[in-house]
């Protein structure tokens, strides 16, 4: 796997990326037809290398999971992905997306949290947080998720 994730994530091969990409297609299709191990991973490369139209794609699978009761894993392996996304208008939207309450205000935090590792995302989520005085809005336990506490 740590092969793998390399190949896609740091080396960008783009033979890698076509057969992740390819994964990722089976498992939006049909979940179980990928190691749940490397889903994740092939959701992750997706949305790394994806245009508006694969989040396009990857929103209507989160939101067809979610309003099907699927599996925390099977949906969140979306949510938080949503992060990877690297098109300037894709970061916008997916913080859009958050205040339209499209995606849960639960996971702001662990969202955030996931654009502030993402160097593409960093600004954009410090505008986000800064703008909206969330520590005043949102409760404690949210920030918590943001800010590293070790």
Do not use: C
């Amino acid at each position: 796997m740590r092969k793998l994730h390399a190949m896609v994530l740091l080396a960008r091969d783009p033979a890698a990326i076509q057969e992740a990409e390819a994964w990722a297609a089976r498992e939006a299709a049909d979940p179980m037809a990928v190691d749940p191990n490397l889903a994740a991973l092939f959701v992750a490369a997706a949305a790394q290398f994806g245009d508006a139209e694969r989040f396009d794609r990857h929103l209507t699978v989160y939101q067809a999971r979610k309003a099907a009761g699927a599996t925390p894993q099977e949906t969140n392996r979306y949510l938080y992905q949503f992060a990877n996304f690297r098109d300037p208008a894709l970061v916008a939207r997916t913080l859009d997306l958050v205040d339209q309450r499209v995606l849960p205000q639960e996971s702001l935090g662990v969202l955030l949290r996931a654009m502030f590792g993402q160097r593409h995302a960093q600004r954009p989520a410090w505008a986000y947080l800064a703008g909206r005085n969330i520590g005043e809005r949102r409760p404690q336990r949210v920030l918590s998720f943001v800010v590293d506490q070790d």
